[in-house]
């Protein structure tokens, strides 16, 4: 939790940590890692404090901290961090939110 104190996102934008890919079908069966695809999903670890509106007001953003999120296939920004990969979106690149 130290990597967030020193890193905050700015404006509109959030801090996501994807989830791992599945290494094993539900059969049992190994994947190799060419073979896994593309993770999309994330959860939010950082948000910053949302974008100025034309009237001047800071609009909150559409996700929070621990929202379990869906990404687009392309964009973000690649960031390290105390040796953990995350990534940086903009609110309104974030295709959906789960719903518990």
């Given at each position: ?56 007001q ?20 690649k ?22």
């Amino acid at each position: 939790m130290s990597a967030f104190k020193k890193f905050l996102p700015l404006f509109d934008r959030v801090l996501v940590e994807r989830l791992a890919a599945e290494t094993v079908t539900k059969g049992g069966i190994m994947l190799p890692e060419k073979s896994q695809g593309k993770v999309l999903q994330a959860t939010i670890v950082a948000t910053g404090p949302g974008a100025k509106g034309k009237s001047g007001q800071i609009e909150p953003l559409s996700v929070r901290v621990g929202d379990k999120v869906l990404l687009p296939e392309y964009g973000g920004t690649k960031l390290t961090l105390d040796d953990k990969e995350y990534y940086l979106f903009r609110d309104g690149d974030i295709l959906g939110k789960y719903t518990e």
